[in-house]
């Protein structure tokens, strides 16, 4: 074989070779094509697997935890190359360094094994969600951890599941303890009691430890040897009356009912026993109720029928009775709308208003009104209807109620014509209590205006005495008189307000001074608080407050043995330019038991039966006051405990006054400011009351509540060199009294150069003779009034009086006591009594009075008198004959030729307001009530004199 022959076969065996070379290459390519595809198509399964699954999928590198691969539930859409764990899942820029919570990837790496965690991470919403995390480990070839599988599954709701469930057994278990008839389970083949709930034990008598695990035939001996006390399972529930048998061996009537139920695989029997022995008897009682119920039902005298949609359904005899109908069957087919007429009595349609009427039962749960209803035979009559919707057996209906109110329409009309009738009369009986006013007070003016009289002769201590008791009586018989004439005019409502502007302060201390000398009597200690932010000038009834406050505090020394009655009074919230006021009086007497604080205040009733035989008094005061608190827009009540003292308080509004605010200025603001002061009383609301006073004109004030205290605070002040400038002293103190300290204070230099104001309680004799030998420099009786107390202190430093003062003083001249004397006076009264209890005042003041018993010889006595006409006349109002309105009109009349007018007083004990109107409106100028008081008489007559001084004006010049 030539070379040339080699080198072929060389080549056609490599080429051979080349050949097998190539089909195994495109073998290993098609094999590698192919192991590729079913790669591809292997991880896409895996990649819709993982996909679908219904928890979130990771995997992790476990180096630097990166996302290699996640699901859908994990995140949707793509996720930014990098995106590491800790970001996806809990929305973290690191991961966890909380030493109560590592990383989990990193414990997994720690310990080489899977790992599973529970965790509540928030959701996007920002709810937190529960989640089961199981973190799998992926090892290389070395055995490191490389990658790491997270499978969370969301057990939010699983955890909701289970704590629902708990709850709801524990509400099954709440519930079947609570239920009031009694629950036995016990298992189906062995018939061993497993549960039961506290109604079985009760009904057994024995603890639930002692039930449990025994065999439930011993409880229910009736039950006989082939009585099926299991139902066989899939059976219906069965009903039984049976006998329970209690530990004690007593037998308890029961309805038991057994229910088959499986718990845990096993067949149970539920057993419910309610004790048939209370629904026995609420049987029988329903029975009885029922009865009672038809009985009352048809013996009813009010027609009573039962309606729904369709028309009737039930009534009773008296609705027969009533419409004229025969039988129920011919009732009940008639149309409700066939017993009314077509239109009621004010026009409206009948069928309308009965569709309206049902609507408003509905709505309201009833409906009431009057009705014109129509019987069989055609005759209309008036009732009273009343509609109350109800639901009877899944029915709703309506039950009415008729009643025919023919005859208390014609009461009605009746009692009309009476009530005019005793209108009529109860205006007689306001003539009659006028009348009794009038009669009864008279003999009392003389009683007291004599015993004056009297007091101001020369008499023994013996006969001062007896008279001060005459006066005394004669004033306490005045009080129970008023407060029953009060009482009359509140049942005869006539008890009336009458508003005018008044000062608040002035009045109300005017009450305390009348008062003052009765708490001194007492030793009681009577003090007053007047809050700074109170108005002075208000609209309102002065007397009518006078006179709660005068009950009040009267009751208040009635019942306090000793220690002190306090008046105080303060501002309640504004409404408008109303003022509200909060009055209280507070005292440290008896006290009232809290059963008797709302009887106190009803007529002749006292806190205590026995109160009225030690105390005394009409038991009125408290009732009058209340009516009069609730005319004044106001209320009344008492705070109060035996032994431990009252306080009574009351509100009230007043309106501003109509002549425009008057208000005082600031007085002493400027000129008292800073100016120190110390108070020295041992009562602390005095001391209190007296401070906010001083400081209320804005003066730097302290207080002591001794002598000796006061001299420690005086010599204090001095060393400091602050020292007082004005020191006001309680002169009743124990131990060192008010002159005891001032002549101490006295006794050395620089104490004595102290300005002194004595404040002593009211009829304490000597003070003042003893004040001015140590040099007071100002005497006042306590309570003090803050006006007076003001002007005291003006006075005392030097510091001149405000404008207001001096207007006040400018605009009520007193005329000289010559001008006052020279006035010729007609006094026209019937009583001789009073005639000369009058004429004797006016006498000791300089006046002389001509005199006429009746009307008609004052009017005889005024035109004899024409050359010198009288300035004033006193005008009794009854008096036989001529009275006194008759008298007036009849000097009217005269002057109204002559172009004259005298100035007549009018003197009444009448017991209305009307009748002070009635007296102005009959040409009165005035009104004095009786018993008169010689101040206000004088006031009246100085009122007239300051008018006769005056000159003429240019109207009667012009006349002239």
Not at 44 to 49: D, E, G, I, T, Y
Not at 156 to 165: H, M, V, W
Not at 216 to 222: H, M, R
Not at 628 to 646: C, D, H, T, Y
């Amino acid at each position: 074989m030539n070379a040339e022959e080699l080198q072929r076969k060389k080549i056609a065996k490599t080429e051979k070779k080349v050949s097998i070379l190539e089909n195994m290459i495109e073998e290993k390519t098609r094999s590698l094509y192919l192991a590729d595809q079913e790669l591809k198509r292997r991880n896409s399964f895996l990649a819709s697997v993982i996909d679908i699954l219904p928890n979130s999928f990771i995997v992790i590198d476990a180096v630097d935890h990166r996302i290699l691969l996640k699901n859908a539930v994990a995140h949707r859409g793509p996720l930014p190359e990098g995106t590491k764990c800790h970001s996806l899942i809990r929305g973290m820029d690191r991961p966890c360094e909380d030493p109560s919570f590592p990383c989990p990837i990193e414990l997994v790496k720690k310990e080489g094994k899977a790992l599973l965690i529970e965790h509540t991470i928030g959701d996007a919403a920002g709810n937190s969600r529960n989640f089961k995390e199981h973190y799998c480990p992926i090892f290389d070839d070395a055995g490191n951890v490389v990658q790491m599988i997270r499978y969370a599954i969301d057990i939010t709701e699983e955890k909701r599941a289970k704590k629902a469930l708990t709850e709801s057994e524990t509400r099954v278990v709440a519930i079947l303890d609570a239920q009031p008839t009694g629950i036995m389970i016990f298992d189906a083949e062995t018939h061993l009691i497993t549960d039961v709930n506290p109604k079985v034990c009760e009904l057994i008598g024995e603890p639930k430890e002692r039930i449990v695990g025994a065999v439930c035939d011993g409880y229910f001996p009736d039950c006989g040897a082939d009585y099926r006390i299991c139902a066989v399972p899939g059976e219906a529930s069965t009903t039984s009356y049976e006998a329970l048998l209690r530990t004690d061996g007593t037998r308890v009537p029961v309805i038991k009912t057994i229910v088959p139920i499986s718990l845990g695989g096993r067949m149970h029997m539920a057993v419910s026993v309610m004790d048939f022995t209370e629904r026995a008897k609420a049987e029988t009682r329903m029975r009885e109720s029922e009865g009672k119920f038809r009985t009352m039902f048809e013996s009813s005298n009010d027609a009573v029928m039962l309606l729904d949609e369709k028309g009737f359904i039930d009534c009773n005899a008296a609705t027969l009775k009533m419409f004229g109908c025969q039988t129920r069957e011919e009732f009940f087919s008639t149309n409700p709308a066939d017993w009314s007429p077509p239109t009621q009595p004010d026009g409206s349609d009948s069928r309308q208003m009965v569709m309206e009427r049902n609507a408003a039962a509905v709505r309201g749960g009833r409906a009431c009104f009057e009705w014109s209803h129509r019987r069989r035979n055609g005759e209309e009559f008036t009732v009273e209807v009343l509609l109350t919707p109800m639901r009877i057996e899944g029915r709703d209906m309506i039950q009415s109620t008729v009643r025919d109110i023919t005859s208390r329409k014609w009461l009605e009309a009746e009692l009309r014509r009476s009530k005019e009738a005793a209108e009529a009369a109860n205006g007689a009986k306001s003539e009659f209590l006028a009348h009794m006013s009038h009669e009864i007070r008279t003999p009392i003016n003389g009683v007291t205006g004599m015993t004056e009289l009297l007091m101001d002769t020369a008499l023994t201590s013996e006969q001062r005495e007896y008279a001060g008791g005459i006066r005394m009586s004669a004033e306490s018989l005045l009080v129970v008189i008023n407060d029953v004439l009060d009482f009359a005019k509140i049942e005869a409502q006539k008890l009336e307000l009458d508003p005018v502007d008044f000062r608040l302060r002035d009045s109300i201390a005017d009450v305390l001074g009348t008062l003052a000398f009765r708490a001194s009597e007492k030793g009681l200690e009577l003090t007053c608080r007047v809050a700074a932010e109170a108005p002075d000038d208000v609209t309102g009834d002065p007397g009518r407050l006078r006179q709660i406050l005068i009950n009040l505090i009267g009751n208040a020394f009635k019942f306090t043995e000793q220690g002190e009655v306090n008046v105080s009074v303060d501002v309640e919230p504004p409404e408008g330019d109303e003022a509200h006021l909060h009055f209280a009086v507070a005292d440290t007497g008896i006290g009232i038991p809290i059963e008797k604080h709302g009887s106190v205040f009803e007529a002749f009733s006292q806190g205590d039966a026995s109160t009225s035989r030690t105390y005394g008094g009409t038991g009125l005061g408290l009732t009058i006051s209340s009516q009069l608190v609730k005319m004044m827009g106001g209320r009344i009540w008492v705070e109060s405990e035996p032994g431990a003292g009252s306080t009574f308080h009351f509100t009230a509004t007043f309106g501003a006054p109509k002549r425009g605010a008057s208000e005082r200025p600031p007085a002493g603001n400027a000129e008292l400011g800073g100016i120190r002061t110390i108070v020295v009383d041992d009562n602390a609301s005095s001391r209190r009351n007296l401070r906010e006073m001083l400081e209320s004109w804005r003066m730097d004030c302290e207080a002591a509540e001794s002598g000796l205290e006061a001299l420690r605070a005086i010599d204090e002040a001095g060393r400091a060199g602050r020292p007082f400038a004005l020191a006001l002293v309680d002169a009743d103190m124990p131990g060192m009294d008010g002159i005891d300290l001032v002549e101490r204070m006295k006794a050395n230099g620089d104490r004595g150069a102290i300005p002194i104001v004595m404040l002593t309680p009211a009829g304490r004799r000597g003070d003042a003779a003893r004040g001015r030998e140590l040099g007071i420099s100002a005497y006042l009786t306590k309570p003090v009034r803050q006006s007076s107390l003001l002007d005291a202190i003006m006075n005392t430093l030097g510091v001149a009086p405000h404008e207001e003062a001096k207007i006040r003083v400018s605009a009520a001249p007193r005329p000289p006591r010559e001008r006052r004397s020279s006035l010729k006076i007609l006094l026209a009264e019937d009583n001789p009594v009073n005639q000369k209890l009058t004429t004797r005042m006016l006498e000791k003041h300089g006046f002389a009075a001509t005199v006429a018993g009746n009307g008609t010889a004052a009017v005889a006595a005024f035109e004899e008198a024409r050359e010198r006409p009288f300035d004033l006349i006193l005008m009794d109002v009854q008096m036989p004959e001529m009275d006194g309105f008759e008298a007036t009109a009849a000097i009217r009349e005269i002057e109204k030729a002559a172009g004259t007018h005298v100035h007549i007083i009018a003197l009444t004990a009448n017991a209305m307001k009307s009748d002070r109107d009635r007296c102005l409106a009959a040409g009165m100028d005035g009104y004095l009530a009786k018993p008169i008081k010689l101040d206000t008489l004088l006031a009246a007559i100085d009122e007239v004199a300051v008018i006769a001084i005056q000159p003429p004006t240019a109207e009667l010049q012009s006349k002239a």
